[in-house]
């Protein structure tokens, strides 16, 4: 039976005499998934529903609610708790096309009449139903139709096999949508409806399977059915499409092709079969193959580069084998289907043959080990259909071949279906006029607190990152391959409620009990008070175009406090950065001669005059309200350094893809607070790199002038021999002298990566060498043994297991790139000498002097060395 939420509960009796009720749990019509209540007394009271309900269900349930309240009309700001169930779902108002309805039937009558009364209910306007009439002994089927069912047309098909039934209802078919179901199952009436809203939101998807249920579990064998795996595929909506370019053998992406659905609920674009060709007539029921038709029909969809859709809200009932004997015959037709299915697209598809033999290896290993298992665990492993079925699948080549020989006998004898061209290109080509993108990421930002709209704009690219936003902070990311097609509004809104459902609904319900608590209750939180001063440093080295895009981003901070604008030139004498910083005329110029961005930073660091100082990169774009958002926790007093999120504002070339692969700059959505006591607590070497990086951080002023803290130290960062690590071994000083740091993913910045090859090597290459510095310096500087664990244990076993999982083709990252982080592990000892070396010869920075102690100056330019 079903079950609606939106629905009271109530106690469900008068089922005497059944063992348990299974259940479809449905949300405003939706089937979400099922459960299994036993029945006591006769009875499942609405108690024990409810139980039940929340323990195997609760998830699904809500995936579904916040999937809803994404494409809310109303943003539903304010809601409750008590609210959730109540939330509209959403429906598709656009034109929806004829459909055909094609049942394929032999001499069952009574199962056909049952079908045909529940197509007779379905809820949508325009349909032809069409009924196939195979082979049959006598005409009570066309009696039927006839006196009975004046709304359907009747096609008798001479040609014997199911597929040759499928094949002429594509001949007769008068709408430009094709379902197929058997005559054995009973439709629900939202059916149609469901499978024809796919095709009128998707225009690339061109096949569309649906959820395939037990119309009743009254028998043994009918439960011993659904046991053994049955025609269920999840409650979860599933796009399938093979990669456009690539040409990798399908079952590297999708393995076993009856994951997809069956031919009991299928439907397909019309145009398709005047594309790829039509139902192979040797395979599937009636032939000697007795299945594998449906199976074969995908392989073909997935193969030739269509999308495959699989939607459980259109649902059918199939009525199950009754009988252990007419169970054990369906089992068999399963494995002969199953293998003449793979021997029909080995033969049809040359370069799927190895992949295809291993997906037989795998599926007869997986039936073996079953069958193992069967003599320990007898109940739950069915020897006597496991045995069966790989019967079938021994004797599945020789029926593919008989059946072959059997449907050319029937050509000669009553014509062959009108021949159809099969492409030589994947139909993806047709669409796509270039392939300017073919490894780029478009990089897209979605804000939930507005409407979704489809994504129409990511055409020239074959995936698509979102950075999924709530009130303007990031909680996340998604990636879509959406193979040169628009993203839905209904895909993005089925993706963004499977990953985020509990992170978007825990507000929610925090909120909701908060409000049955005492509405006295304030909130007590301290707020950074307006008269703290902020200096924003910005160091830079010969990026003209990009530093004024930073400096716009940041006179346009939503702030009300007073905020200094530091910008230091690394290369004074190419003259490029003041003409830029001329343009604003409040921001302070100051200049660096010696290379190197700690030297930079930290000239920036004592020229500024604020409470609070902000590290930041040229070339990042930052929000409007980023700044607040970064200072927000220094309203506590031990907060020394807060760092926030960085994400690339593009991915168009395979260099800055490389670099996400890598790590990126960017460290999680989620809030993080580590002090004294995680830094004296770790038993490794101490993670500062996983804290965030001084292109989006923020300091108090003070541990510039700290004894156990101080500057960056110059001996590491970019523009040394060293490469990297100044900001991690500033926040290293930090913790080590006991203070908090705040990793705030709301305050995010947009980062633009390398790119070019080129740039990307140096930066990876630098950022080990600097990584090996920063361990070096803490081992000489702050006696923390700490380091020789990572160096000589921690780091090689990382790369080992890097080449490994990429000689499996598990990861995507190049071996190229893993030997050249090595070289870089092995320079970094030598290259911490010549930085060490270096700043001995030219100096350290000048020493940062406390605001409150320096005499009043009103100079806009510095020359930083001048202060050694």
């Known amino acids: 039976m079903d079950i609606e939420l ?19 749990i449905r949300l405003h019509g939706t089937p979400v998934g099922y459960i299994t209540v036993p029945v006591i007394n006769g009875c499942c009271t609405a108690l024990s529903l409810s139980k039940v309900i929340a323990e ?43 459909v055909t309805i094609a049942v394929c039937t032999r001499n069952r009558t009574a199962d056909l ?40 047309r009747y096609i008798c098909e001479p040609r014997p096999g199911l597929d040759w039934a499928r094949n002429r209802a594509i001949l007769e078919a008068r709408g430009d949508i094709i379902a197929y179901t058997d005559d054995d199952v009973v439709v629900d009436p939202g059916w149609i409806k469901a499978l024809a809203t796919v095709f009128a939101e998707n225009p690339e998807v061109m096949a569309v399977t649906g959820l395939v249920v037990p119309y009743e579990l009254e028998t043994e064998a009918q439960i011993l059915f659904e046991r053994y795996g049955g025609f269920t595929r999840g409650f979860i909506c599933k796009r399938y499409r093979a990669e456009r370019n690539s040409r990798m053998q399908l079952k590297t992406y999708y393995g076993n092709v009856g994951q997809f659905g069956t031919g009991a609920n299928m439907a397909y674009r ?34 030739e580069g269509y999308t495959l859709f699989y939607e459980p809200n259109a649902l059918v009932r199939h009525c199950h084998r009754q009988t252990f004997r007419e169970l054990k015959n369906q089992i068999t037709s399963w494995g002969t289907g199953f293998i003449a299915c793979i021997v029909r697209c080995a033969a049809a598809y040359p370069d799927e043959r190895f992949s295809l033999l291993r997906l037989w290896s795998w599926w007869l290993r997986r039936k073996i080990r079953s069958l193992l298992l069967s003599f320990v665990r007898p109940a739950h492993f069915q020897r006597s259909l496991i045995l069966t079925e790989l019967w079938g699948a021994f004797i599945g080549p020789y029926r593919y071949l008989k059946a072959r020989y059997t449907a050319r006998a029937i050509m000669r004898t009553f014509g062959a279906v009108p021949p159809v061209s099969t492409p030589k290109r994947f139909a993806s080509e047709e669409i796509v006029p270039g392939l300017n993108h073919q490894n780029a990421i478009a990089v897209r930002s979605i804000e939930l607190n507005q409407p979704l709209h489809a994504l129409t704009d990511v055409t020239d690219y074959p995936r698509v990152r979102i950075f999924v936003r709530q009130n303007d902070c990031p909680i996340g ?66 990026r003209p175009d990009n530093l004024r895009n930073c400096l716009q981003c940041l006179l346009n901070q939503k702030s009300q406090r007073y ?75 031990d907060v020394m350094a807060v760092t926030g999120n960085v994400l690339p504002i593009e991915l168009e070339t395979d260099a800055q893809h490389l670099f996400e692969i890598a790590g990126g700059l960017g460290r999680g959505f989620e809030l993080r607070v ?60 930090i913790l080590k002298a006991n203070y908090t740091i705040v990793y705030e993913p709301a305050a995010y910045v947009w980062h633009k990566h390398r790119r070019d090859m080129a740039g990307l090597r140096r930066q990876i290459y630098n950022y080990n060498k600097g990584h090996v510095a920063y361990l070096l310096t803490t081992l000489f500087n702050d006696r923390d043994f700490r380091a020789i664990v990572r160096l000589v244990y921690e780091l090689p076993k990382g790369y080992y297991w890097y080449i ?42 000048g020493r940062y002097i406390p605001v409150l102690q320096r005499p009043g100056r009103e100079e806009k330019l510095f020359t930083a060395a001048n202060n050694i």
């Open 270 to 303: 019309r145009s398709l079969f005047d594309k790829i060709g039509y139902f192979d007539p040797a395979l599937d029921v009636g032939t000697a193959t007795n299945g594998g038709g449906d199976l074969e029909m995908f392989f073909r969809v997935l193969k």
């Open 563 to 637: 905020i200094e604008i530091i910008v230091v030139d690394n290369n004074p004498s190419s003259g490029l950065t003041p003409p830029v910083v001329s343009e604003f005329p409040d921001v302070i110029l100051v200049n660096e001669l010696r290379k190197g961005l700690a030297y930079a930073r930290n000239a920036g660091f004592i020229a500024s005059r604020g409470d609070i100082v902000v590290a930041t990169d040229d070339d990042v774009t930052l929000p409007r309200e980023w700044l607040e958002k970064l200072i927000a926790p220094f309203s506590q007093a």
């Open 6 to 24: 939106s629905h009271k509960l109530v106690t469900i009796a008068g089922i005497d005499g059944y063992k348990s009720l299974q259940a479809i």
């Open 674 to 733: 580590v002090n004294g006591d995680w830094f004296k607590r770790s038993r490794k070497a101490v993670p500062t790199w996983d804290l965030g990086a001084t292109a989006n951080a923020a300091f108090r002023a003070a541990i510039f002038s700290h004894p156990d803290i101080g500057l960056m130290d110059e001996t590491l960062g970019p523009g040394m021999h060293s490469g990297a690590g100044e900001d991690a071994y500033l926040f290293y000083k």
């Open 804 to 845: 490994k999982q990429r000689l499996r083709r598990k990861i995507g990252y190049p071996l190229p790139f893993i030997f050249l982080e090595i070289l870089g592990h092995l320079a970094g000892p030598w290259s911490f000498l010549k930085s060490q070396y270096r700043v001995k010869r030219e100096g350290r920075s």
């Open 56 to 98: 195997q269900q609760g998830q699904a349930i809500i995936h579904h609610i916040v999937s809803d309240r994404l494409v809310a009309s109303s943003q539903q700001e304010g809601l409750q708790g008590r609210d959730l169930f109540n939330i509209p779902h959403p429906t598709y108002n656009g034109h929806l096309p004829l």
């Open 113 to 152: 009449a049952r079908c045909l009364d529940s197509l007779n209910c379905l809820d949508y306007p325009a349909l032809d139903i069409l009924i196939v009439d195979n082979a049959p002994s006598d005409d009570t089927t066309k009696q039927l139709i006839h006196t009975r069912y004046s709304n359907v």
């Open 477 to 542: 990311s998604i990636d879509i391959v959406n193979h040169y097609q628009p993203v839905t509004e209904k895909h993005l809104q089925e993706t963004i409620s499977e990953k985020f459902a509990i992170k978007l609904l825990k507000p929610i319900l925090i909120q909701h009990l908060l409000s049955l608590q005492d509405r006295a209750t304030e909130d007590t939180s301290a707020k950074l008070p307006n008269d703290i001063s902020v200096s924003v440093v910005v160091a830079t080295y010969d």
